[in-house]
């Protein structure tokens, strides 16, 4: 029996999007359609693939299966035109990433200039992301890999790169933690005026760990999604954040803000990695392009400069 392959890419999308109207947007088709279409595969296959929770859609276990099934089929079939592009020279191809906004300077400044001048004929497909949303990216075949900060670990993913790049804290130039010539405790913040990143996000998360480690509550004077928000909190005066120093090294060398080392240990030992799912072969275009931006981005092509200062 041949399992219906447009059945499979409806159902694929309706468990992506959690929904069956968001799915049919996104396909600019009737949501009827779709419906009928997953309807009569559960009546060839005898078995319930969606089931109604209180967060949308979900699928059984037969229709997590089936997906599986399709999304490692299509990762296939992704691979097998690849090598025939790479037969042809790479002329060709698609890759699709997801990034932190943190790393946005650095991939902009010049690596991904660079590919595209050098690969005219690959179409490059960039998806803003949190830590949590690009890993579930990659593990639903959304994108060929992902840039992402502090993640948790997780073994359905292959790391191809890992860097210590700590989580420090950056402050206005006169505030008195600048003058500080010893490493900042979490502590030390409690009576700060903090903005903090949703913890959505890998420095998110990490900070509030760390705090809820330490026995301290982070009362923050400002919450957001948004690294330039962050930035701008700092440089403005009003307070202090959490951030990488590659982030703001443009900031750094202007004197507009100052880093200063924390205290915690899992803070100082936060990683920035390049990530895909395990078990899916990348195609030659996503290959090419990972290592491009690994030997490119200062994020990955070496540890942060606070750690090589210190070698």
Same mark, same amino acid.
């Given at each position: 029996?041949?399992?219906?392959?447009?059945?499979?890419?409806?159902?694929? $999308?309706?468990?992506?999007?959690?929904?069956?109207?968001?799915?049919?947007?996104?396909?600019?088709?009737?949501?009827?359609?779709?419906?009928?279409?997953?309807?009569?595969?559960?009546?060839?296959?005898?078995?319930?693939?969606? $089931?109604?929770?209180?967060?949308?859609?979900?699928?059984?276990?037969?229709?997590?299966?089936?997906?599986?099934?399709?999304?490692?089929?299509?990762?296939?079939?992704?691979?097998?035109?690849?090598?025939?592009?790479?037969?042809?020279?790479?002329?060709?191809?698609?890759?699709?990433?997801?990034?932190?906004?943190?790393?946005?300077?650095?991939?902009?400044?010049?690596?991904?200039?660079?590919?595209?001048?050098?690969?005219?004929?690959?179409?490059?497909?960039?998806?803003?992301?949190?830590?949590?949303?690009?890993?579930?990216?990659?593990?639903?075949?959304?994108?060929?890999?992902?840039?992402?900060?502090?993640?948790?670990?997780?073994?359905?993913?292959?790391?191809?790169?890992?860097?210590?790049?700590?989580?420090?804290?950056?402050?206005?130039?006169?505030?008195?933690?600048?003058?500080?010539?010893?490493?900042?405790?979490?502590?030390?913040?409690?009576? $700060?005026?903090?903005?903090?990143?949703?913890?959505?996000?890998?420095?998110?998360?990490?900070?509030?760990?760390?705090?809820?480690?330490?026995?301290?509550?982070?009362?923050?004077?400002?919450?957001?999604?948004?690294?330039?928000?962050?930035?701008?909190?700092?440089?403005?005066?009003?307070?202090?954040?959490?951030?990488?120093?590659?982030?703001?090294?443009?900031?750094?060398?202007?004197?507009?803000?100052?880093?200063?080392?924390?205290?915690?240990?899992?803070?100082?030992?936060?990683?920035?990695?390049?990530?895909?799912?395990?078990?899916?072969?990348?195609?030659?275009?996503?290959?090419?392009?990972? $290592?491009?931006?690994?030997?490119?981005?200062?994020?990955?092509?070496?540890?942060?400069?606070?750690?090589?200062?210190?070698?």
């Amino acid at each position: 029996m041949r399992i219906n392959q447009r059945a499979l890419a409806y159902l694929n $999308e309706v468990i992506h999007h959690r929904s069956l109207r968001r799915a049919a947007q996104h396909l600019n088709i009737d949501p009827s359609a779709i419906s009928r279409q997953i309807a009569a595969l559960e009546q060839e296959l005898d078995t319930r693939l969606l $089931e109604r929770t209180a967060q949308g859609v979900s699928p059984t276990e037969a229709g997590e299966m089936l997906v599986a099934h399709y999304r490692q089929q299509q990762a296939n079939d992704r691979g097998v035109l690849s090598r025939l592009s790479d037969l042809r020279g790479l002329r060709q191809g698609h890759v699709r990433i997801a990034v932190g906004e943190g790393f946005i300077a650095d991939l902009i400044s010049q690596p991904l200039q660079s590919f595209i001048l050098s690969h005219p004929g690959i179409d490059l497909e960039v998806n803003m992301a949190g830590a949590n949303e690009a890993i579930g990216l990659v593990k639903e075949d959304a994108v060929d890999f992902a840039l992402v900060y502090a993640p948790a670990e997780d073994d359905s993913l292959h790391v191809h790169v890992d860097t210590l790049q700590p989580l420090d804290l950056i402050t206005p130039p006169d505030h008195p933690l600048a003058q500080s010539t010893s490493p900042i405790s979490m502590a030390a913040l409690r009576n $700060e005026s903090l903005a903090l990143i949703h913890n959505s996000t890998g420095m998110g998360q990490l900070a509030v760990i760390v705090a809820q480690l330490e026995h301290l509550q982070l009362r923050p004077k400002l919450r957001t999604n948004s690294v330039a928000v962050l930035v701008n909190f700092v440089k403005s005066g009003i307070g202090v954040a959490f951030m990488p120093e590659l982030t703001v090294s443009d900031e750094l060398q202007s004197g507009s803000i100052r880093r200063c080392t924390l205290a915690n240990r899992a803070l100082r030992d936060a990683r920035a990695r390049i990530v895909s799912h395990k078990g899916r072969e990348l195609t030659v275009a996503s290959q090419a392009c990972l $290592e491009h931006l690994r030997d490119g981005m200062r994020f990955f092509n070496d540890h942060a400069p606070s750690i090589r200062d210190r070698k």
